[in-house]
């Protein structure tokens, strides 16, 4: 029976005061238990139990999107340098005020083999503009699902060997275009003691990056005969296991074109061309204007090309 359902008052106020005099006893027992299970937890070496967090009007708040948070940073700078971890000799270098145009003569009086624009919008990475030296072709990618490293659970952190490349599924003569583009950007003797993969999987026109690197290990192997003699010897067998370690970071491409010959927003030619049409198939989506300072990626040769089959040491650029 509730205490307000009671109409005499003086009962009403006692009944009031008994019950909450138990739930004052029964909330100190809570608390007390919680203070025995950390310390037995702490006791054995265990982690604690989580400690609950009130609801408050602060905490259940909706957010709001307009607010600038201490955590809040740029997700660009961060790509840029994992890229630097997964392309082997490369150097990052701000852009500035410099055209496109003027940079990528700059990199033929450099030799170097290859441009990599990394686009930014809001200051979220949303565009790859790759650039092959000196003659093209030059293809732009759309860049979505990006995750950088540290929001990868249970990563590692890639060493200095030369990776081993794995393109998967680029079988069109469009793909073995985009698969050449993408095999010069990687030196073609891998250190494969180094144990780093690189991979680049093409399904539904989609490419899927990932960057993983193989972690043996060596484990007891249970004996499951019945031989009581080999059992009496306790001659432990040992078994490796392999498994794969993701470094990061991970994204997909998506192409848009592809240009003949170096960049050239105006006079260029499109060797191909990803068309999108409505419901009344009338439009044309066209590449994507490059002209907000985005970051480059510059990566220098030391001879005539650089390519599939050929052994060619070069360092990377970026600007």
């Excluded at 238990?33 to 967090?53: M, Q, Y």
């Excluded at 469009?174 to 144990?195: A, E, K, T, W, Y």
């Amino acid at each position: 029976m509730l205490p307000s359902m009671i109409k005499n008052k003086e009962k009403r106020s006692a009944v009031h005061a008994k019950l909450k005099h138990e739930k004052k006893i029964e909330k100190r027992k809570q608390a007390k238990a919680r203070e025995a299970a950390i310390k037995r937890a702490l006791d054995l070496g265990e982690e604690p139990p989580e400690k609950k967090v009130p609801r408050t009007i602060e905490n259940t708040r909706e957010v709001d999107e307009t607010v600038c948070r201490p955590d809040d940073e740029e997700r660009g700078p961060a790509f840029i340098q994992e890229l630097l971890s997964v392309i082997p000799n490369a150097h990052y270098h701000k852009r500035g005020t410099y055209e496109l145009k003027k940079i990528v003569e700059y990199a033929k009086n450099k030799d170097f083999t290859s441009v990599v624009v990394v686009h930014s919008n809001r200051r979220e990475p949303d565009a790859l503009l790759i650039i092959n030296m000196p003659d093209g072709p030059t293809a732009h990618f759309k860049l979505s699902k990006l995750v950088l490293r540290k929001d990868i659970k249970n990563h590692g952190n890639p060493t200095d060997h030369k990776p081993e490349l794995v393109l998967s599924n680029f079988t069109t003569r469009l793909g073995h275009r985009v698969g050449r583009m993408i095999q010069s950007l990687f030196p073609q003797d891998p250190n494969f003691r180094g144990r780093r993969v690189v991979t680049f999987h093409n399904q539904r026109d989609f490419i899927f990056f990932r960057h993983h690197r193989y972690i043996f290990e060596t484990k007891e192997k249970k004996d499951d005969s019945k031989d009581k003699a080999a059992k009496s010897k306790n001659v432990p067998q040992e078994k490796v296991i392999v498994r794969l370690q993701e470094c990061g970071p991970r994204f997909t491409l998506k192409l848009r074109n592809l240009q003949h010959g170096t960049f050239d927003s105006k006079g260029g030619e499109y060797e191909w061309l990803c068309i999108a049409f409505d419901s009344s198939r009338r439009w044309i989506r066209a590449a994507g204007d490059f002209s907000c300072k985005p970051e480059i990626l510059l990566q220098k040769k030391t001879s005539q090309f650089c390519g599939p089959g050929f052994d060619v040491p070069y360092t990377v650029l970026l600007l």
